[in-house]
């Protein structure tokens, strides 16, 4: 996205709770503020949030900017309640008003995913191998995806697409 999108339609707010994977790209011109400890990320989380209920107001403004908030390590922030209410907004309204999210965590459960109503709102989900099948069927938001059956060796993955399914390789 950054190689192709300009800073000027593309604001970014990241948060690496491993300050590890998504630290090298903080230095992005698109990036408005990167997280790597909670108390931060909730900060991060109100801006991105804050960005959406500005978008929402100002509907009859034409403001092209996309806004993305990147999370890896969503788990981490499950503890959080008024961050998750900021999440399950963003989620629920943002794609509407160019405001999306990315998350990953290692561990899918729904209680870090949130509500029904959340998780129907992770449209497109990327599930590698997990542990059970129930975390997969939470991963994936289907029963028989068979996640748990992936080969555990780097790049298996299911790929879903509203009601597709299909396995990709990295």
Known sequence: LAW???????VTYLVDMKNKSLAPL????????????V????????????????????????????????????ADLSDDAGTMAIMNHIVRMGRDDAVNAIVGTQHPTSSVLG??????????????????????NVAIGMRGSNAHLLPVERGAFLLRRGPELMRVNT
Do not use: C, W
Request: aromatic letters at 4%; a negative charge; zero cysteines.
């Open 26 to 37: 903080q230095a992005l011109p698109h990036v408005k503020r990167f997280a790597s400890d």
């Open 115 to 136: 509500d029904e109503g959340t998780k129907q709102n992770f449209p497109v989900r990327i599930v590698g191998p997990v542990t059970d099948a129930t975390a997969a």
């Open 39 to 74: 108390e931060t990320a909730a900060s991060v989380v109100a801006m991105a949030g804050n960005a959406l209920d500005a978008q929402i107001q100002n509907r009859s403004v034409t403001d092209h900017r996309q806004h993305l908030l990147v999370i890896d390590e969503y």
């Open 4 to 10: 192709n999108t300009s800073p000027d339609d593309l």
